[in-house]
């Protein structure tokens, strides 16, 4: 079999495993009949086809260099593909060896200890005194968006990332999106791409959104994160390459891993911090009502939490390997990551539901983070730019990433 052939049989394998789990395929955009002659097959049967489709991968002869990156990716999507059949049919791999299963990546371990210089930091920029989760609930109180504002800031905000993104990125002129607000979700949105460079935005409005996830969420969903890396990969390397391996979007492989770390590194990229700042006090933060004075503080405290966010992979790892209860995540969350009983409440329920997927956000964040600025530093845009599309043209794991 040759490497497209095997491709084709990895769709059809991927295709039927979300026969098994309805969240499993994202995305897809291949031929129609395809899908429809999916059938429902027994987990042994789809873990014997994905054995004997790696044994073919892996006995493919040397490919031309040109090809050498989508063949080591394809290898690292099946061996994902076959780490899930297990999952499905009753593995439980300990947190750091699923997501070395799944991500081919393994996020550091870490204590609790890890975070105090962080805490301390914030204990001196948040006003009050006491504890650090109310002070910052309290203060964060003033820049939830008003429901009635949503959409107009949201709208803004995408349109503002959208136009930055077409600065840099040959955008088709047919692409579009919809966005639409639902409830009683895990995630606060997410990005249904529904093929031929068109997305459907879903946006959670379970509990108010915070003024810094208007930008966030148009970049991480829309442009330049999930909407554009799909549209890409479909354009590009399905339709004129004819690697079909990437008509599917499997949600648990390493695809999962470079999409939620582009998307998030795709918000910085299109708002580097001082244009974004300007963005939020001109434009976004009075389209809000919220006083722009606050902006600059505020966005020094959101610098500063960021960098908690590796403690809900040390609460995931702990939680799902089963070292604490869910009374301690929660506590842990709330101290740690400092989100609100709801918010963290929220959080440990999409733990629960997507186990290590949570390290695709912040590890894959800073890995092709590390990836781009290695090779386009952190100050010309346009290098910066160039470096990541080609990234999202030429998908890697986090371990060739690192290459
Ligand atoms: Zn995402």
């Given at each position: 079999m040759t490497l497209n052939e095997i491709a084709e049989a990895y769709v059809k394998l991927v295709l039927a495993i979300g026969q098994h789990d309805a969240d499993y395929v994202d995305a897809y955009y291949g031929p129609a009949a395809w899908q429809a002659e999916t059938i429902k097959q027994p987990l042994a049967a789809l873990l014997q086809q994905a054995d004997a489709l790696l044994r073919q991968a892996q006995a493919l002869p040397a490919p031309a260099p040109a090809q050498q990156c989508r063949q080591d990716f394809f290898l690292r999507l099946l061996a994902a593909a076959r780490a899930y059949i297990a999952q499905l049919a009753g593995t439980r791999l300990p947190f750091d060896a699923e997501s070395a299963a799944l991500y081919d990546a393994v996020s550091p371990a870490l204590n609790p200890a890890d975070f105090d210089a962080i805490l301390a930091e914030l204990d001196q920029l948040l006003p009050g005194q006491g504890e650090l989760n109310a002070r910052l609930s309290a203060y964060q109180r003033a820049f939830e968006i008003p429901r009635d504002k949503l959409d107009a800031v949201f709208s803004a905000a995408i349109a503002e990332a959208r136009a930055r993104t077409r600065r840099y990125i040959d955008l088709p002129p047919n692409e579009d999106f919809h966005v639409e607000y639902v409830q009683d979700k895990v995630w606060s949105a997410y990005n249904w791409y529904k093929g031929d460079s068109y997305s459907l935005i879903q946006v959670n409005t379970d509990l108010p959104m915070f003024i810094s996830r208007a930008i966030d969420l148009a970049s991480h969903e829309g442009y330049p994160g999930h909407h554009v890396f799909n549209l890409l990969v479909e354009q590009q390397l399905v339709r004129q390459n004819g690697w079909m391996e990437y008509c599917v979007c499997p949600l648990y492989s390493p695809m999962s891993f470079l999409a939620e770390g582009s998307a998030n590194y795709g918000i910085e990229i299109a708002f580097p911090h001082a244009e974004r700042l300007q963005f939020e006090k001109e434009t976004l933060f009075p389209l809000a009502g919220?006083?722009?004075?606050?902006a600059e503080r505020y966005y020094q405290i959101q610098a500063v939490l960021q960098k908690l966010s590796y403690a809900g992979n040390m609460v995931a790892q702990r939680y799902l390997d089963g070292e604490i209860a869910e009374p301690a995540a929660l506590a842990m969350l709330m101290k740690y990551a400092l989100s609100d009983q709801q918010r963290s409440t929220q959080r440990l329920r999409f733990i629960e539901r997507l186990r290590s997927y949570v390290i695709n956000y912040n590890l894959g964040q800073d890995t092709v983070q590390a990836y781009v600025e290695r090779r386009?530093?952190?100050?010309n845009a346009q290098q910066r730019w160039q470096v990541f599309a080609e990234l999202l043209l030429q998908p890697k794991s986090a371990a060739m990433m690192a290459e």
């Open positions: 919220i006083n722009p004075d606050l386009a530093g952190s100050e």
